[in-house]
């Protein structure tokens, strides 16, 4: 004789990306439901995996709080978040091109800031873009990782072109 399975053995667990599909209130209407559950949902993760960055909540809040010691608010930590990752990026962007000497293509960056559309290649040209490539780079690239630790970057070597006199950084 077979036993029943129990209820908790029958129900299943939907993945979140599938939670799209049950916040439809009829097939084919969409509903904006999932929509602002997904970004809530983002949001709070994006203040989790920063609130991991520091050691404990003391050093956290001394983080976000203002000059009298109140707690920032969920939005003005958001805000803040925000803030932080445009100077990263900005940094980021500027750290690489400064690498380079201003020359995304340059021979030792083996074509990271590259890209292919529509079969043509192209070199990236928004900090958002280089800033994540040149993180990868970072990470996977020592010989570049442990320059920009000793501040050793490329060397510049000039060249005369006719009566100007133009770095060459290759």
């Given at each position: 004789?077979?036993?029943p399975?129990?209820q908790?053995?029958?129900?299943?667990i939907s993945?979140?990306k599938?939670w799209?599909e049950?916040y439809?209130r009829?097939?084919?209407?969409?509903?904006t439901a999932?929509d602002?559950?997904?970004?809530e949902?983002?949001?709070?993760?994006?203040?989790?995996?920063?609130?991991q960055k520091y050691?404990?909540?003391d050093s956290?809040?001394?983080a976000f709080?203002?000059?009298?010691?109140r707690?920032?608010?969920y939005?003005?930590?958001l805000?803040?978040?925000?803030?932080y990752?445009?100077?990263?990026?900005?940094?980021?962007?500027?750290?690489a091109r400064?690498?380079?000497?201003g020359?995304?293509?340059?021979p030792?960056?083996?074509r990271?800031?590259?890209?292919?559309?529509?079969?043509?290649?192209?070199?990236?040209?928004?900090?958002?873009?280089?800033?994540r490539k040149?993180r990868?780079?970072?990470?996977?690239r020592?010989?570049?990782?442990?320059?920009?630790?000793t501040?050793?970057?490329?060397?510049i070597?000039?060249l005369?072109?006719?009566d100007h006199?133009t770095?060459?950084?290759?």
């Amino acid at each position: 004789m077979t036993r029943p399975k129990s209820q908790s053995h029958q129900q299943s667990i939907s993945p979140i990306k599938h939670w799209g599909e049950f916040y439809k209130r009829a097939k084919g209407i969409k509903s904006t439901a999932w929509d602002a559950l997904r970004v809530e949902w983002g949001n709070w993760k994006f203040i989790a995996e920063e609130r991991q960055k520091y050691l404990d909540n003391d050093s956290f809040w001394e983080a976000f709080s203002d000059g009298n010691g109140r707690k920032f608010s969920y939005q003005q930590i958001l805000n803040r978040l925000a803030e932080y990752q445009i100077s990263a990026v900005a940094q980021d962007a500027n750290d690489a091109r400064t690498f380079f000497h201003g020359n995304l293509n340059h021979p030792m960056a083996r074509r990271a800031f590259c890209y292919t559309k529509a079969g043509k290649t192209y070199l990236s040209s928004k900090d958002d873009a280089i800033a994540r490539k040149w993180r990868e780079l970072l990470a996977t690239r020592p010989d570049i990782g442990n320059n920009v630790q000793t501040k050793s970057f490329l060397p510049i070597h000039f060249l005369r072109v006719g009566d100007h006199v133009t770095p060459n950084t290759q």
